[in-house]
């Protein structure tokens, strides 16, 4: 039994394709169709039916399937564990991450990494949780960090710290519709002018949530305003524009500058976690290292 072909095996059981599974390992599909049958050829049994767009695994190819993954994730372990017995860390950490983390969460910690691992060469880039999945799976990342929970059976997730949305104004609006009170209430809320991020965000996915589990109506908010950046959105409130609920960590420069006040809501509070999400199979020692990191951090 080829470990090469057991590779491309655990690849086409997960894709149920052969063209994206070929895609996926950068080899053409007449190889992968080979590898297939040269591994069927040696085990003596059809490991997948065939039909004209997937592939679904036989009860033995089901059997192999299960055992692969172990496979994998001890061949993975291994490798890790030797390059920690190792001095010096070094290789490629890509890392896919939500807006809000990848603006205000990551760089900070990537710094302080960088102290203690100065080999490493850190790749960051920002895409939703979506992308961040899709590039999970297709192994072009090794860790992302999003703003809410996905729902994935072939990824491991995990809190790796507390987040606090707030309400934020400029000081001159304040003045002009709020007044010197540090706290609204729920109706007020609803009657003032909201910039919110888009549709579909991490942020707005949270706020949505909490408002809905007290009983009130995220349709109801008077957004006036949907930017798709935390910088632009803290921007327009600093100019008096309207209100908007952030991420605490986001506004910590402001609040020092006294450009923008933080509010609160009575009888909401808006907490939240933001999580790392990674595929097992594909957790280098490098990126182990960054999860371990954290994780002593916080």
């Known amino acids: 039994m080829n470990f090469e072909h057991l590779k491309v095996f655990y690849t086409v059981a997960t894709k149920r394709n052969f063209s994206e599974s070929a895609k996926n390992l950068h080899l053409s599909q007449p190889s992968v169709s080979s590898q297939i049958k040269q591994l069927e050829a040696s085990l003596g049994v059809v490991l997948f039916n065939r039909s004209t767009k997937k592939v679904y695994l036989t009860p033995e190819g089901e059997l192999l399937f299960r055992h692969t993954d ?104 304040c003045d002009d519709k709020i007044g010197h009170k540090d706290q609204i209430s729920p109706e007020e809320l609803f009657s003032l002018p909201l910039i919110l991020r888009e549709r579909g965000s991490g942020t707005r996915q949270v706020i949505e949530e909490k ?8 349709e109801n908010l008077n957004v006036i305003l949907e930017l798709e950046s935390t910088e632009s959105i803290k921007s327009a ?26 509010l609160s809501i009575s009888g909401i ?10 595929q097992e199979r594909n957790l280098t020692a490098v990126s182990d290292s960054f999860l371990t990191f954290i994780k002593s951090y916080f």
Do not use: C
Request: no cysteine.
């Open 237 to 262: 409130v600093e100019a008096g524009l309207g209100v908007s609920l952030i991420s605490k960590s986001a506004i910590s420069k402001e609040l020092k500058l006294n450009t923008l006040k933080e």
């Open 269 to 278: 509070h808006l907490s939240r976690n933001f999580f790392s999400l990674y």
């Open 70 to 173: 172990q496979i994998l994730k001890l061949v993975n372990q291994t490798k890790n564990e030797i390059a920690l017995m190792s001095e010096k860390m070094n290789g490629n950490l890509e890392i896919g991450a939500s807006l809000t983390i990848a603006e205000h969460i990551l760089p900070r910690l990537l710094g302080f990494y960088k102290q203690q691992f100065p080999q490493v060469k850190v790749h960051l880039k920002v895409y939703n949780s979506e992308i961040i999945v899709e590039k999970l799976l297709n192994e072009e990342i090794n860790l992302g960090f999003i703003e809410s929970m996905v729902n994935y059976p072939h990824l491991n997730q995990a809190a790796f710290m507390d987040d606090e949305l707030v309400l934020i104004a400029s000081r001159s609006f």
């Open 211 to 218: 408002l809905i589990q007290n009983q009130l109506n995220p």
